[in-house]
């Protein structure tokens, strides 16, 4: 565990949340690490338990999850959970029942319930952040679920943990993390179909001042590189459909283009837009070790297909390519130059940079990142390099056009705004 600077530096041209010092951010791999250390938290809890995540499932890990809050419940502390209507469409009714007769409020994001939902407008836009905040003092943010590790709702059990991080944090980050998960919770308890984050900006916060700066103070947007903010701890960045929209994606391509030894990026679905593209082509140009690992073990074929269509553009470039063959991988990490490391839900795809409510940590601490860099290391060794393959025959570029097309058809009617 790192303890991180104590300083703190606002720009008047950002808006919170930005970077915070004085925080302990401790990084943790898959539901083997993230469980125990949630269990020992919500069991200690003494006054309220807030959780979001894009999956909640009824297996026998995340019920055991479920009867802690419980407990903690009949105890006196307020418990409140928020699901995405899809992601855990299978198993809210399971939920629900266990958690009837107790005072945890379980909302339902954009509830898939009824076959006319599915024609109702937003409905690509789901909450796929995994959040966590135990009395204000203790919080986990990631891009684990709450599922088993060895099991997977589409293809069953397996014998290795999917690879999945997360971070666990203590400090002046964790208040901007609650007031995420308040919003996005009592947003889903109203019912009521609102313009994306709208509810991000009415008075649900502690302070009346602080919605009402977010609100007029313009999107958010990490203008600088880390690097010349010093010092520097991390920040908590939100990706929504009002005033953040990009604001994960520039985070990845501003750390990209201001690399100068490497980067290293994990993710499952990479169908990464033009500016992050040409971040990754214009590094690696330079010199710039870039190593992207990606799913060799694929859970949707559509999105390995996707990602293979910009194989040749990297490779051409000198950016290495590995594929991750020993479990499912669902991870979405980044470091670069063992400084920069970010930590979160979000996929370097449309569906999560304009589409989905997402959320990452961006750290800049060495002892962070050299322990993350580590994970990757771990990871890429027992991977399979892509070899250099042929991407100009006619085959190859009708498989890219296909995919720009469908791409820009799933952006259209998903509601994104802008250029990808």
């Not at 937003?122 to 088993?148: P, S, T």
């Not at 009002?242 to 520039?250: A, Q, S, V």
């Not at 690399?259 to 290293?264: M, P």
Request: aromatic share 10%.
């Amino acid at each position: 565990m790192r303890r991180l600077g104590t300083k703190r530096r606002r720009r008047h041209h950002a808006v919170d949340p930005g970077f915070v010092g004085g925080n302990e951010v401790e990084l943790l791999r898959g539901g083997d690490q993230l469980f125990p250390r949630m269990l020992a938290a919500i069991r200690h809890a003494g006054s309220e338990i807030w959780l979001a995540t894009y999956i909640f499932h009824d297996d026998e890990t995340s019920l055991a999850l479920a009867d802690a809050l419980i407990a903690a419940d009949r105890r006196g502390v307020r418990v409140r959970v928020v699901v995405d209507g899809f992601g855990s469409n299978g198993s809210i009714r399971s939920l629900r029942g266990r958690f009837a007769g107790s005072g945890v409020a379980l909302a339902v994001f954009r509830p898939m319930d009824r076959w006319w939902r599915w024609f109702q407008p937003g409905q690509l836009r789901r909450l796929h952040q995994k959040l966590c905040v135990v009395d204000g003092d203790i919080a986990f943010v990631g891009g684990i679920n709450v599922i088993d590790d060895r099991f997977d709702i589409h293809h069953g059990r397996s014998e290795l943990p999917r690879l999945d991080f997360a971070v666990q944090l203590r400090g002046g980050l964790v208040d901007l993390v609650a007031q995420s998960v308040r919003s996005i919770w009592s947003r889903a308890w109203l019912g009521r179909e609102f313009d994306d984050a709208l509810l991000d900006y009415v008075p649900l916060r502690r302070r009346f001042g602080l919605w009402l700066t977010q609100l007029w103070r313009g999107p958010q947007r990490l203008a600088e590189p880390v690097s010349r903010l010093r010092p520097v701890s991390a920040a908590f960045v939100l990706r929504d459909n009002l005033r953040r929209r990009r604001t994960i994606e520039h985070a990845y391509a501003d750390a990209i283009r201001g690399a100068r030894a490497s980067v290293d990026i994990i993710c499952p679905y990479f169908y990464p837009g033009q500016r992050i593209r040409q971040a990754l082509r214009r590094a690696a140009d330079r010199g710039v070790r870039v190593r992207l690992l990606l799913q060799g073990k694929l859970d949707y074929r559509l999105a390995g297909w996707a990602a293979e269509a910009l194989y040749a553009d990297l490779l051409g470039h000198g950016v290495e390519i590995y594929e991750y063959t020993p479990a499912f991988l669902h991870a979405k990490v980044a470091v670069v130059d063992g400084q920069w490391a970010t930590v979160g839900s979000s996929n370097i795809d449309p569906l999560s940079l304009l589409v989905n409510l997402e959320a990452n940590v961006v750290v800049q601490d060495a002892g962070f990142a050299s322990r993350l860099a580590g994970e990757i290391e771990m990871a890429i060794a027992v991977s399979q390099r892509v070899g250099e393959r042929a991407g100009t025959g006619l085959r190859a570029l009708m498989h890219r056009a296909v995919v720009v097309w469908f791409a820009y058809v799933f952006l259209r009617v998903a509601g994104a705004a802008g250029r990808y």
